[in-house]
């Protein structure tokens, strides 16, 4: 592709303009400020001091709802282990035979 000295004389004045209003390339002009009223870190303070304050009440009722939970497992597991060994034992020795029938007179 080969430009005529006008045609390039006009891309050379375009990126000329274009670098004086963006800057040179590869610069950033752009700040960020960020300013935190009083009001907005009250707020937030405020709920991290109540979520705290609820851990602590409740700490103690969700370690014994824990320890209740752990025993229910413990005695569902018992369950499990012994249809487990009844299955077991049916598969072993044979379904149990029911008892007979008393007869009617």
Known sequence: MNLSESELAQAEDAARRI???FGPVGTSNANIHVNSGGF???LATTACLVMLALFWAY???????????????REL???????????NSIIRNGAPKPAPEPERK
């Open 19 to 21: 670098a004086k209003v």
């Open 59 to 73: 700490s103690d009722r969700v370690a014994d709802a824990k320890i209740e939970t752990d025993a229910d497992i």
């Open 77 to 87: 597991r018992g369950r499990i282990n012994a249809q487990q060994a009844y299955i």
């Open 40 to 42: 907005a870190v009250w």
